[in-house]
């Protein structure tokens, strides 16, 4: 595609299956496993109609909930020849149909365009231009329902983080250090299903979560799996998405077993202090890199790392080698970035502040909130304690 260079009005696209569209199914509200594909065709008078072209047994029920200003289905621009017996095909063809009887030159298409729409409409004798900014912003700021459906599913998640770190807190210790819970070991494997038992029973499922202990929590993204002991420190981190609405929530909080080594209580206080930092610079109007900045501060006057590992001091420096968060919605991770060459941040962000350190050998220690961004600063969506002890 090239890049878009804005001449005259023209049509925009987004297209492919809103279960799995995050930029379709945000512009649509609408559901289906179908392919569909959404436009904006220009009017004589400068205004716009959208459209949504959706599988024939959808249209009454789009009707009802799509927002769109009109729908139809493939065979209601059927080309010259007629449709693809393939539904997908059917459905490119019928957009590259409708885009031609409505005299368009030009359409406009977001990053995720599938190239077999990009090819058809080509053929048809209209440019595609690809416009990068296509959906993001309105997808960065969140809308009241946005909102509202986020924080229920941050409220579930940290139910289902807190049922996890209490079944830790709560397990005995045998001999050996391993936990041991109703006369079997405590596995890495069995919280984890607890956690997907509990989110299934509320309604959403739970990507591959994290319970990590011990040193398999040095690596950030180790999901975690065998016998958990005491005196490691554990990470909890769970992202799950409502199957009703598609949004996440996401929560990661970190518990110890028993006595908590020393080593663990620092890296832990100085984790809180730097989340802490983020959270008094995240407004809007400022970046993501600048809250990344003000984590990474903190955790160096700690005398900690902020970078790969093998660029730490030594192999006894804990370190992050993460960014400070990620945009969340639709999808756990989108814009923006919390990171280096963070963009500034809108009213209605959505992100996640998770300052971490990681030591190998001994383990890691990760606590994460969710934030709204506002103008005055930022709301945190949370309540759950960020303590390591559980036993309450």
């Known amino acids: 595609m090239q890049t878009l260079e804005p001449a005259k009005p023209m049509a925009r696209i987004v297209a492919g299956v809103p279960m799995y569209n995050a930029t379709l199914y945000h512009r649509i509200r609408f559901l289906v496993v179908d392919v569909a594909v959404w436009l904006e065709l220009p009017r004589q008078n400068g205004s716009a109609e959208t459209l949504l072209i959706c599988r024939d047994i ?28 393939d539904r997908e095909v ?8 409708c885009l031609r009887r409505a005299g368009v030159q030009q359409v406009a298409a977001d990053r995720s ?30 809308d009241a329902q946005e909102l509202t459906w986020i924080q229920q599913a941050q409220q579930v998640t940290e139910q289902a983080v807190a049922l996890a770190c209490r079944m830790i807190a709560s397990a005995k210790a045998g001999p050996d250090g391993v936990l041991i819970q109703d006369g079997q070991v405590l596995t890495s494997e069995r919280v984890r299903a607890a956690i997907d038992h509990f989110l299934l029973d509320h309604g959403y499922l739970n990507t591959t979560c994290i319970v990590a202990g011990g040193p398999q929590g040095a690596d950030c993204h180790e999901n975690g799996s065998g016998p958990l002991r005491t005196g490691q420190p554990i990470i909890i981190d ?4 409502n199957q009703q609405t598609l949004y996440h929530g996401d929560c990661t909080r970190t518990v110890v077993h028993g006595d908590c080594p020393p080593a663990v209580r620092r890296m832990h206080q100085a984790v809180l202090e730097a989340k802490a930092a983020a959270m008094q610079t995240a407004r809007a109007g400022t970046t993501g890199q600048e809250v990344h900045r003000q984590v990474a501060d903190v955790l160096r006057r700690w005398g900690y790392h902020v970078g790969p590992a093998n660029a730490a001091p030594s192999p006894q420096t804990a370190y992050m080698p993460h960014g400070t968060g990620h945009g969340l919605g639709l999808e756990v991770h989108e814009l923006p970035l919390l990171d280096q060459n963070g963009p500034e941040l809108l009213a209605g962000d959505v992100v996640s502040i998770e300052p971490g350190l990681y030591l190998p050998g001994l383990g890691g220690v990760r606590v994460e909130d969710l934030v709204v961004i506002t103008e005055q600063g930022c709301r945190n969506l949370n309540s759950l304690p960020d303590s390591l002890d559980w036993t309450e």
């Open 90 to 97: 059917a459905t490119a063809q019928a957009a590259a149909e």
């Open 238 to 241: 769970v992202f799950p998405r």
């Open 113 to 142: 365009l599938p190239l077999l729409f990009a090819d058809l409409i080509r053929q048809a004798g209209i440019e595609v231009l690809c416009d990068l900014q296509l959906g993001v912003r309105e997808r960065r700021q969140k």
């Open 58 to 85: 959808e249209l009454d029920r789009a009707r009802r909930e799509a927002r769109v200003d009109r729908v139809a289905c493939p065979a209601d621009f059927a080309p010259v020849g007629g449709l693809s017996g």
